[in-house]
């Protein structure tokens, strides 16, 4: 009886998405920093750039067809807060990051087979950061080859991330860094965390992205 009222008050469980489908996006290859030459990490640069607009073309019919916002019909932080109320209402509905096969995580992860649900966070990312590039043309997208970066094993190092040109570089840095993938992915990963759950991380970024806030250019 009482496990009969527990599922009388228990809110239902959200139905999963097949992710079987969608779009696989692998690099050449996978990891950042001293995983990668820099010659790996110019070829996965090159695969990357030669796939966004398809990617990002097949990444909007995926979002319409699942209720998302639309990426060519918003703008900036319209379109990032429409993306962080969807994914926070849908987010349970993909393959959860504990269910997975024992694996790397990100950036070290693959992303087809039953890592598919990687290769849908990273256009997600990707498609925060085209945002970002369309209400601020400082950013571009390019490989983090900072040495400092590098030697200090930074999960943006030798990847794709938003640069922008600063204003007054330093022997330490000339470029401003932006790795949207972190905070999509941290999301999958962590849920319940205060980040997702009770602010808004996503469109604060892109915000302060397009603003300048925070950023010497």
């Not at 400092?148 to 990847?159: E, I, K, P, Q, V």
């Amino acid at each position: 009886m009482m496990n009969l009222i527990q599922r009388w008050f228990s809110p239902p469980r959200a139905t999963g998405w097949d992710l079987g489908d969608y779009p696989p996006f692998e690099l050449p290859h996978p990891g950042s920093g001293a995983v990668l030459s820099e010659s790996q990490a110019r070829q996965n640069w090159v695969y990357w750039q030669a796939t966004l607009a398809e990617r990002q073309r097949l990444l909007r019919d995926w979002l319409l067809a699942h209720h998302g916002p639309d990426p060519q019909a918003l703008q900036g932080t319209d379109y990032s807060k429409a993306l962080k109320a969807w994914a926070k209402a849908n987010f349970a509905k993909l393959p959860a990051f504990a269910s997975l096969p024992k694996h790397k995580p990100w950036p070290d992860c693959t992303r087809s087979g039953p890592f598919i649900v990687y290769s849908l966070l990273g256009d997600l990312a990707a498609s925060l950061g085209e945002a970002i590039i369309r209400g601020n043309g400082h950013w571009r997208w390019g490989l983090n080859l900072d040495a400092t970066d590098l030697a200090d094993d930074m999960a943006t190092s030798r990847r794709v991330v938003l640069l922008a040109d600063l204003k007054r570089p330093t022997p330490e840095a000339s470029e401003a860094v932006l790795d949207l993938e972190d905070i999509v992915f941290s999301a999958h990963r962590f849920p319940e965390s205060v980040d997702f759950i009770h602010l808004d991380k996503w469109s604060t970024t892109v915000g302060d992205a397009i603003a300048g806030r925070h950023y010497d250019f």
